[in-house]
């Protein structure tokens, strides 16, 4: 009986966050699954609020987690009031919720948090090879010249954000000073 609660509990979840024919599908889902197994959509709304952790790796992600809050609940809600600490090597942050909020609520931010961290992770790359480049820091010792490099193969779309990246740099030079 608990998978059928888990179940009706997610569908539910679909029926009152969900996008027009998506929500109205869920809802004859809903009602048919609840029908099918006596039960009430009061039966699903448990109301008992649990602290419920998830995994940040730093403070950027703590703002991720608030605009998911913010975009699930709204700025008003129960749930916006939640704190953080620290656990071990890694962070943690927590909410109080009931059990459909969690259901609602964890996969969106999971979703969130890995296409956050692959954002990152490519725009860190592109802001350190345009940096190269825009600095000229080759080897010059080379016999190719002083642009010499390993690259490889560069598409035009990737070509394009280095080459917005390098513009939106600041230009400065490294000037040798002589020491007294």
Not at 10 to 30: F, P, Q, T
Not at 133 to 145: A, N, P, V, Y
Not at 165 to 175: F, G, L, R
């Amino acid at each position: 009986m608990d998978s059928i609660i888990e179940k009706a509990r997610k569908i539910l979840a679909l029926a009152e966050h969900g996008v027009e024919g998506e929500a109205k599908a869920a809802k004859l889902a809903l009602n048919s699954l609840l029908k099918k197994h006596g039960l009430t959509i009061e039966d699903l709304r448990n109301e008992k609020r649990t602290t419920r952790e998830f995994s940040i790796k730093n403070h950027d992600e703590i703002i991720i987690f608030n605009h998911c809050i913010i975009n699930r609940f709204g700025c008003k809600s129960h749930v916006w009031e939640h704190h953080y600490t620290l656990k071990g090597d890694y962070r943690h942050i927590y909410a109080d919720m009931t059990d459909i909020e969690y259901l609602d609520f964890k996969p969106f931010f999971e979703f969130h948090i890995r296409q956050y961290r692959k954002e990152l992770k490519k725009m860190l790359e592109t802001v350190q090879t345009a940096y190269i480049h825009k600095h000229d820091l080759f080897d010059r010792t080379s016999e190719q010249g002083q642009n010499a490099e390993d690259g490889g193969d560069i598409d035009m779309q990737e070509l394009y954000r280095l080459m917005q990246v390098m513009e939106a740099m600041e230009s400065t030079s490294y000037y040798k000073t002589l020491s007294e």
